[in-house]
């Protein structure tokens, strides 16, 4: 029997898919480049910002309700240990939203990009997150979520593995190039 939502586990799962779309734009383009060709990752890469901090604002509400349905308490080592993925996952959805704008990318230079990587921390975080958490409780919502997180998780390895494939078959061919002149 699947759990009743309260409006806590919506508001998880929309700020989940409003995180997977931001993740969305550069993956669907390695790992399925005809989309290349049509406008839906220029749009999405267009409001990526937008959506990012939508699935800020998700999460915070989402973070809110249920510190206080559960009482967290901010003083007990113990309690960072059982969130730990929502906590941690949390601080970097703060950091890349503060980090969100031109004058940041300015100032920050190289170390934005590195940054800004952090978000595929958080995604393995919140594969860990979803399952963890509603372990036995299933909402309506989680096998959707569930489904959704670690489809990004693996087309997000599929679209690493193109990268290093790429990177290593055009050293190949510049090495080619100088022993042939
Ligand atoms: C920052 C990004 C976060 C995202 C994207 C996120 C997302 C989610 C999602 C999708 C679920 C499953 C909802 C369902 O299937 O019904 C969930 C459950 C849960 N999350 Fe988060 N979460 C985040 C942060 C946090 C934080 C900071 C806390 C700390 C209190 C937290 C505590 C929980 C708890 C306790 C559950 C289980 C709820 C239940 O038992 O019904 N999450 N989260």
Known sequence: M?????????????????????????????VFPRTKKTEIPKLLLKYRRQIGVVAFLFA??????LVRK?????????????????????????????TSNDWSVKKLKRNWKK????????????????IDKMWGHWSYVTPFGILGITTITILFIVRRLRERRNKV?????????????
């Open 169 to 181: 078959s055009k050293l190949k061919s510049i090495k080619q190039l100088t022993i042939n002149n």
């Open 70 to 98: 559960r009482n967290f308490d901010f003083f007990a080592l113990q309690t960072y240990w059982i969130y730990v993925q929502g906590v941690v996952t949390f601080i970097i959805f703060t950091l890349l939203t503060i």
């Open 60 to 65: 915070l509400g989402h973070g809110i309700l």
């Open 2 to 30: 699947l759990d009743t939502t309260p409006v806590a586990n919506h508001l998880g799962f929309f700020a989940l898919i409003s995180y997977i779309i931001t993740l969305l734009p550069t993956t669907l383009r390695v």
């Open 115 to 130: 940054l800004h990587e952090l978000t595929y921390l958080a995604m393995f975080l919140l594969v860990w997150h979803v």
